[in-house]
């Protein structure tokens, strides 16, 4: 069994500050995917990032893939009370069926 | 254009009843998933299907089932529900089998 580990769990910061959150799994995937869902609403896709070492920018917002295609990072610079929700992380092998973290939840203060 | 369409938003049911959840695609998308998002964890993959066929299942039981009707739109059955069952089902629809999902916001189902 695939399984995508996510740290931390729980963030709550100030408005302006820097953070990292992680995803790690033993397993390869073919690519990963980058979700952010907001209460009452379903995940809406960020990026997906699909070649081992590879970076994507979107805004503030930094995504990396390992260079193993295990694990992936996303960094947010400068946080915004508008960046708080729940951040997922999904890996993709056969098919579309994607495998979840358990989520990041991030609260951002004004 | 509409997103993905999910009904109803809210339900309430008792354990051991049946139920079933409907999924609309967005228009052209022949690929429809489904997922369970149990409070405070990420979603769980339950089916697929394309052009009517299943294409994959996860690791649940077989009091779920579901099905493609041929306008694409989707159901997904629960039997003899459980405490447990009580969750956000998610329904995602793609182009093909392999691009990127569009999530709609889920039907949140609560077993009493």
């Known amino acids: 069994t695939q399984l995508l580990e996510q740290s931390p769990q729980f963030l709550s910061i100030q408005e302006g500050e820097n953070l990292t959150v992680y995803c790690n799994s033993s397993?390869?995937?073919?690519?990963l995917q980058w979700y952010r869902q907001e209460p009452g609403e379903g995940p809406v896709l960020l990026v997906t990032?699909?070649?081992?070492?590879e970076v994507k920018k979107l805004k503030r917002l930094t995504f990396q893939f390992g260079d193993a295609r295990k694990d992936s990072s996303l960094h947010i610079t400068a946080a915004q009370p508008g960046d708080t929700g729940l951040y997922l992380c999904a890996g993709t092998n056969a098919g579309n069926m994607l495998t979840f973290g358990g989520g990041t939840r991030l609260m951002v203060k004004p | 254009d509409a997103g993905v369409t999910q009904s109803p938003t809210h339900l309430i049911k008792t354990r051991g009843q049946q139920v079933t959840l409907r999924c609309s695609p967005i228009?052209?998308?022949?690929?429809v998933s489904w997922y369970q998002q149990v409070l405070g964890q990420g979603p769980q993959f339950i089916f697929q299907?394309?052009?009517?066929?299943?294409?994959g299942r996860g690791n649940f039981p077989d009091r779920f089932s579901a099905r493609q009707f041929p306008n694409y739109s989707s159901e997904l059955n629960v039997n003899a529900l459980l405490l447990g069952d009580s969750a956000l089902y998610l329904c995602?629809?793609?182009?093909?089998?392999?691009?990127?999902?569009?999530f709609g916001n889920g039907t949140r189902l609560t077993v009493t």
């Open positions: 397993s390869v995937f073919s690519s």
């Open positions: 228009s052209g998308h022949k690929s």
């Open positions: 995602a629809s793609s182009p093909a089998g392999s691009s990127p999902l569009h």
């Open positions: 990032v699909v070649t081992g070492g």
């Open positions: 299907y394309y052009e009517k066929e299943e294409r």
